[in-house]
């Protein structure tokens, strides 16, 4: 698993050949209105006296076949929450890049390695995802994943192909569907305080054949079970074949030692939230910015981060004036107002900035990959109102390519399925040298 990770690879996506085909298809469209309007002027020139009316037809006759066969018409409200968003802003692009400096925070790994997907295997990969996300048991998943972690978890698991799956926090049994559908045979291990059997009662929950439950009086918390024992008893002796999906909202250092203890590598964080969000402690918050003196953040009500951080929250709900990313008395930023936060903030703890900046050096000291998931597409395609794009990496399917959002069957989803996006992240981890 590890050789597939870290080679680089290509693939022939088929979604690029049919990006060809709609681009040629684009072009004989075009020589069909050039050799059209070639004609008309001919006829204009046997028809002298009827020119101007003849003129008169022909330019509606291009500007409606123009507008007929316009593939990235996107049809907006003036209500269309998005609609306003981009006359404020005056452009998609200004949407994506107006965050200045700040940009997107990111943690460095040990030698600088990446993953070996690209994102022409993410395209390729959300074709054959959408048909299997309409067959979910669980159609409205309120406090779970939507569509854009779903399609995350199940690419990452199917590429990565462990020998035993792990997750920690399945809520009605969600995520436990789509790491079935990644890997049909692999046998899961799901570490949840409730057994997702006791939801069937109220509604639709996924309870899986193949998945050896730690719930109800068998719960044991991620971080004391003896991995020794339970690992034996599944046959796995290379831990490094084992992929852990963590979606139980606790403090994700706390997991990150934990599971490097235990010798695991490869882990999933559902829940990145970006730094003054969430309720805990999270990979984006441990790396933003650590290397600027003061973070790169600014907490003066009259800095242009200030300025541009109003703006934005005005049209994204998750966005954050400086008011609330720092803290009142300390201009504390980093974590949430100086706070580590754990266990869906039922417990949390004031940090130094000092102590910040080593939990991040420590971090970066054991990473060997960091990706995060972009978002399936840009939000003039979605619809989400939730996460600003300037703090999310590229969507997959970027601003503007209504064709193929649509050719992938995504505007068959209703827009709710798309708000949930938190920067989903996978690891790599190995102990420091
Ligand atoms: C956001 S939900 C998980 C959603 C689920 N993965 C999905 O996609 O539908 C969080 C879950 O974590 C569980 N949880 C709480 N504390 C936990 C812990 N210490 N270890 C594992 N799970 C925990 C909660 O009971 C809840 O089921």
Known sequence: ML????????????????????????????????SFAMRASNQVTKFGVLWPCLLLIL???????????????????SNDPYYSRLNFFGSIDGLASDFGSLGVPWCRSKLGQTVEWTSKDLLKGLEEFVPIYETRPIKNNMYGMGFDHSFGLWFMARWLKPELMIESGAFKGHSTWVLRQAMPDTPIISLT???????????????????????????????????????????????????????DHQNELKRLKQALKAGFRHL????NYDTGTGDHYSLRQICDQFYIRGGGHSCFSDSDEARI????????????????????????????????????????????????????????????????????????????????????????????????FKRLGL??????VFNGYTQMVYLQISESA
């Open 268 to 271: 999933i964080f559902e829940d």
């Open 309 to 404: 951080r109003t703006k934005r929250k005005k049209f994204w709900e998750k966005a954050l004036d400086v008011e609330e990313l720092c803290g009142e008395k300390e201009e504390a930023w980093w974590g949430v107002r100086g706070y580590m936060r754990d266990d869906f903030n039922h417990s949390n703890k004031a940090i130094s900035f000092t102590e910040h900046f080593q939990n991040s050096r420590f971090v970066e000291s054991v990473l060997d990959v960091y990706w995060e998931l972009p978002p399936v597409a840009g939000p003039s395609l979605t619809h989400q109102t939730r996460y600003d794009p300037a703090r999310a990496p590229s969507p997959v399917v970027e601003d503007g390519r209504f064709g193929l």
């Open 411 to 416: 505007t068959r989803f209703e827009t709710s």
């Open 193 to 247: 305080p409730r057994h997702p059997e006791k939801y069937l009662k109220k509604g639709p929950a996924y309870v899986d054949g193949n998945c050896t439950y730690f719930s109800g009086k068998d719960f044991v918390d991620f971080g004391s079970v003896n991995w020794e024992s339970v690992l034996k008893k599944h046959g796995v002796s290379d831990r490094s074949r084992v992929l852990i999906f963590f979606d």
């Open 3 to 34: 050789e597939r990770v870290l080679s680089i690879r290509s693939r022939n996506a088929q979604i690029n050949d049919d990006e060809d085909d709609e681009n040629l298809d684009d072009e004989s469209k075009t020589r069909k209105n050039i």
């Open 59 to 77: 330019i509606f006759v291009l500007i409606a076949s123009a507008l007929l066969h316009s593939r990235n018409i996107v049809c907006l409200a």
